[in-house]
């Protein structure tokens, strides 16, 4: 299959997942209503799709492309299927971040800025900690992942730690918003989750050349012109960006950043320039089928979506190690 | 001007000083030879060169242009390095030669240029593997990444290129086939090796430098230079030399000939 039919391909998923989305719901919408534009400005049907439907998938996508495209720039820069944003600690560190602000209370004073600045404050603060440390006892880019598992362990505590001290009503709020639920987006959140994914698509397929020549390791790209040390320390950073961003809006989403790209490398190659926006694309479209499962399964109860990914990552992972395991042998 | 002069390097991690004092120069059309015993500095020379560790003293200049006043982009347009081991990743084989042209185009294009392809076509010709083009790395044997990475450092068309034991772990008919490359670049370009084979790099390099400890035993002409006399002393141990006939010698350790004979 050609790079472009590959594309057309992806885009037909993502378009055919959203409108599916939109139409999932207690009140169910005609797809065919939808396209053909019958239903007017007025009727309910177009409140529900403007102020709930559009909103959530829209934050949806958003979220499956951030989460995505920071797992394959990582997993590009440290040559290993297992480093997503999770296991390198930074989401952990917005999630730190979130929980700092909840039991401040300062989302009631300054609302979801205040989400977003936290979750980025932490994603950073957290980076710069693995950075460090890894410049302190001069280690590899590998070592680097052990010291990701480290510091997330140490903010998953300090995360324990507040909610364990935390009043119950701080606690409440901290668990709904941390668990991975799309039910709460809301129009502000998601334009700018869709901004945010779009700019970040666009931006990292620019990067591409950077995150192949770093593919080969650090000292090889370094020969090849590249400044590593500089350039591994900017992806770093738009990595953490992206997977704070989408901690800010829904809290921890496990398993996107890692098995989307895995697959993605697996059908389309190795050519960052030319994966980065499919996976974005298949982390949306992932992230749809997982929203839409949640909304589905247990219906008219909702699954947080972070449940069905964590659970669907986890089997397709295996699945996925097996089948490598025995195309090598 | 010559295309590398290295004068008076010395090179450390740290407190710990690995190679000092050094100095030697190429142009192109020199094959050198960079030989000595496990731990003298061969690899850290090489390092020092392609800019992987900082210089604690000295000067490397690239036609004239001291190493200090160039960027490490521009220093990969002049000097490319073959690794020792390369990465056997599911990356295909034309992609990784491709990688060889990231210092003359923009970190931030979106598509390799005619002339790129046309290039790296030419370098897949050159090494002979055009015929594993769209192989992944991870399915070639040891010799076959070895040539793709040398095709990688030909795309990069560099004025002087170090190849860090070339040939190691290679079978006979795939080390032939590299040192006949090896004769054929450096029609165009000046080749530093380092090996630990030194009767490889009699039959390849006309200059050589002879390290012992850190320190340079000698460096010039390989025939006055690649003596038993100085390989005793560098690599510590009775060296011989057997001539085949007029224009074909090896080296070979004393103690290695004894062993043969008695068993």
């Known amino acids: 299959m050609n790079k472009a039919t590959q594309y057309i391909l992806f885009v037909i998923v ?20 939808i396209l053909s534009g019958k239903i007017s400005y007025e009727s309910t049907e177009w409140t529900i799709i403007r102020h709930l439907r559009l909103p959530r998938t829209l934050t949806t996508i958003g979220i499956g492309a951030l989460l995505s495209l920071s797992g394959c720039i990582m997993q590009g820069l440290f040559r290993n299927p297992l480093v997503e944003p999770y296991t390198m600690g930074l989401s952990g560190g917005a999630v730190l971040g979130v929980a700092v602000t909840f039991c401040l209370g300062l989302q009631i004073s300054f609302g979801i800025p205040a989400l977003i600045i936290s979750a980025l404050l932490g994603g950073l603060l957290t980076m710069f900690v693995v950075l460090t440390i890894r410049r302190a006892i001069k280690c590899d ?36 918003w941390s668990i991975g639920s799309m039910d709460s987006a809301s129009e502000e959140m998601a334009i700018f989750i869709v901004a945010s994914a779009l700019v970040a698509t666009f931006a990292s397929a620019f990067l591409g050349n950077i995150i192949n020549a770093l593919s080969l390791g650090a000292t090889e790209a370094q020969h090849i012109g590249i400044n590593s040390q500089k350039m591994i320390i900017i992806l770093f950073v738009v990595a953490t960006l992206m997977a704070a961003v989408s901690v800010a809006a829904v809290g921890v989403v496990a398993f996107v950043g890692m098995i989307i790209p895995h697959i993605i490398r697996r059908i389309a190659g190795h050519d960052h320039r030319y994966i980065l926006p499919l996976a974005a694309m298949g982390g949306s479209s992932f992230m749809l089928l997982c929203d839409i499962a949640a909304r589905t399964i247990i219906y008219p109860r909702e699954l947080p979506s972070g449940v069905i ?10 699945y996925l190690t097996s089948r490598q395991r025995n195309e090598h042998n | 001007m010559n295309t590398i002069d290295i004068q008076s390097l010395t090179v450390g991690y740290g407190k710990q000083i690995v190679i000092r004092d050094i100095s030697l120069s190429g142009n192109i059309g020199d094959i050198i030879a960079i030989i000595g015993a496990n731990g003298s500095g061969k690899s850290t020379l090489l390092k020092a060169i392609i800019g992987d560790v900082k210089q604690q003293n000295g000067n490397i200049f690239f036609n004239g242009i001291n190493s200090y006043d160039i960027t490490t982009r521009q220093r990969a347009q002049i000097v490319a390095c073959v690794e020792q081991e390369t990465y056997a990743s599911q990356m295909h084989i034309y992609d990784y030669v491709m990688m060889g042209r990231t210092p003359f185009r923009s970190l931030f294009s979106l598509t390799d240029s005619d002339d790129d392809r046309r290039i790296v076509s030419q370098a897949l010709d050159t090494v002979g593997i055009a015929h594993l083009a769209n192989k992944a790395l991870a399915e070639t044997s040891g010799g076959e990444r070895r040539l793709a990475c040398i095709a990688k450092t030909l795309v990069q068309q560099p004025q002087i290129l170090l190849l860090d034991e070339p040939t190691a772990n290679l079978d006979w008919a795939n080390k032939v086939a590299i040192i006949n490359l090896l004769r054929t670049l450096a029609q165009s370009m000046c080749l530093v090796i380092v090996s ?22 000698c460096f010039g002409d390989a025939h006055k230079t690649i003596t038993p006399e100085n390989l005793s002393q560098a690599y510590k141990t009775d060296i011989c030399e057997i001539n085949i006939d007029k224009e074909s010698r090896i080296m070979m350790a004393k103690g290695l000939l004894k062993l043969k004979i008695e068993n």
Do not use: P, R, W, Y
């Open chain 1, 14 to 33: 993502l378009v055919a997942l959203s409108i599916l989305s939109i139409t999932i719901g207690s009140s169910e919408l005609s797809a065919i209503d």
């Open chain 1, 141 to 176: 880019i590998n070592s680097m992942l052990l010291i990701g598992i480290m510091i997330s362990f140490a903010t998953s505590s300090i995360t324990t730690l507040l909610m364990s001290l935390t009043t119950h009503e701080n606690l409440s709020q901290i668990i709904s």
């Open chain 1, 309 to 318: 990914t964590g659970i669907c990552g986890c089997i397709m992972f295996i």
């Open chain 2, 196 to 217: 630990h084979d030194v009767n490889e790099v009699i039959s390849v390099a006309n200059k050589a430098l002879v390290l012992a400890e850190g320190h340079s035993l």
